[in-house]
């Protein structure tokens, strides 16, 4: 069983917005020397919660600084971009770190539409996605397009002897349905929703997946969220953060992380208080036993041999004692 880490980069209030992504820095070298198996950065604009805006810098800082873990996007919103623009930025990566980088895509914004909008002015981007996978499967693995392809005669250097994996991300059927297809891993981010659809998509991608050459057979994670402490107390503690964080999403607010004091005292109302009880139900936050339990069941459940760990807290050091303290638990 693998074990990896997806940093979104939080931000949190009374700090600057540039301390989160030097805390990200820190972080991936603490889960390299822990034995994580990845370290994937996220990608989201306008928002004072989540400020990793430009994961293939990010990567690039964590790539020159940490000397085993694979370093990755979760991912890059392709559909901003030129598909041959980010195939030369994953091959400079890979040039960096061979044999160490992976280039998760997406088709969801990671932003509001206006937002989505400044970045890249063409309405219909996101119906051209298909094609840019495809397009990026070939340059970043160095093989040619195929014929009557019009860029066929172009190249994404620089090559080398080894290239990115390419991951599919999603949380619905489409993306576990595109990964299929062209015989892609495939990353199910069920903190998205709790979990809903992960049974359906991954069994989709399983049902349908066509072999690649690279990929014979499929190759399936999902992203959870969660958070270890020493006891189940101090995790219930630290996760009050979140729990405000969602409270606010739901109104469609996104601050910067407040601290589990701020939230404790906040006067929630009738319909918050429902909400965070079912989220706490579902939470896999407590010790490091009861993370490791819930996060072996949940593999065996979907039948998984990799799961990525998403954590945010207001201190950074109490991020990095969680991914510590499940690293103690799941013996890495």
Known sequence: MKWSVLDQSPASAGSTEDAAIRASIALAQHCDKLGYERYWVSEHHNSASIVGTAPEILMAAVAATTPR???GSAGVMLPHYSALKVAEQFRVLEAIAPGRIDLGVGRAPGSDGLTALALNPHSNAAEDFPRQVQELQHWVSGIELPAGHPYRSIAALPRGATSP???????SAYGAQLAAHFGLPYAFAYFFSDGA???????LYRRNYRPSERYPKPNPTICVWALAAETEAEAKHLAMTREYWRAGFDKGLRSALVSPETAAAHPYSDAEQIMIQKLRERALVGSGAQVAEKLRALAQHLALDEIVINTWTFDPAARQRSYTVLANTLAL
Do not use: N, P, T
């Not at 994996?165 to 949380?171: D, E, T, V, Y």
């Not at 659809?197 to 069994?203: D, F, I, K, R």
């Open 197 to 203: 659809g992960v049974e359906e998509a991954l069994s």
């Open 69 to 71: 873990i694979r370093i």
């Open 165 to 171: 994996q390419i991951w599919i991300l999603g949380s």
